[in-house]
């Protein structure tokens, strides 16, 4: 059973940077593709960004474009999240997903992900 674990979140001014993990059970060279999604208090859950198998292809959201930057690393088995210029409104909680399914493209939609972390919190003061 595959099992993915966030780590990384906190509580940071604006301006600052956070680094999130999500650490997998098994190899994650198997999953096509994996992305980072955020949900905050009584808001739907967003995709912030994805990456495919090899780590060449990625998409962000616009609300984040030039200021997060998501990463694999198959041998170690994890993702990460590189979070920079974080602003109040990046305050959520943030959640890892992953799936193995050839789809088509790479898309910031739920449903194309199977396997999901229980999530971390960020917190971003003004």
């Known amino acids: 059973q595959v099992q993915l674990v966030e780590s990384g979140g906190g509580s940071v001014q604006a301006g600052g940077s956070l680094r999130l993990s999500c650490a997998a059970s098994?190899?994650?060279?198997?999953?096509?593709?994996m992305a980072w999604f955020r949900q905050a208090p009584g808001k739907e859950r967003e995709g912030v960004a994805v990456i495919n198998i090899g780590g060449g292809s990625t998409f962000y959201a616009d609300s984040v474009k030039g200021r997060f930057t998501i990463s694999r690393d198959n041998a170690k088995n994890t993702l990460y999240l590189q979070m920079n210029s974080l602003k109040p409104e990046d305050t959520a909680m943030y959640y890892c997903?992953?799936?193995?399914?050839?789809?088509?493209?790479?898309?910031?939609?739920?449903?194309?992900?199977?396997?999901w972390g229980q999530g971390t919190q960020v917190t971003v003061s003004s």
């Open positions: 997903a992953a799936d193995s399914r050839i789809l088509y493209g790479l898309r910031l939609l739920p449903p194309d992900f199977v396997y």
């Open positions: 098994g190899y994650i060279g198997n999953f096509y593709r």
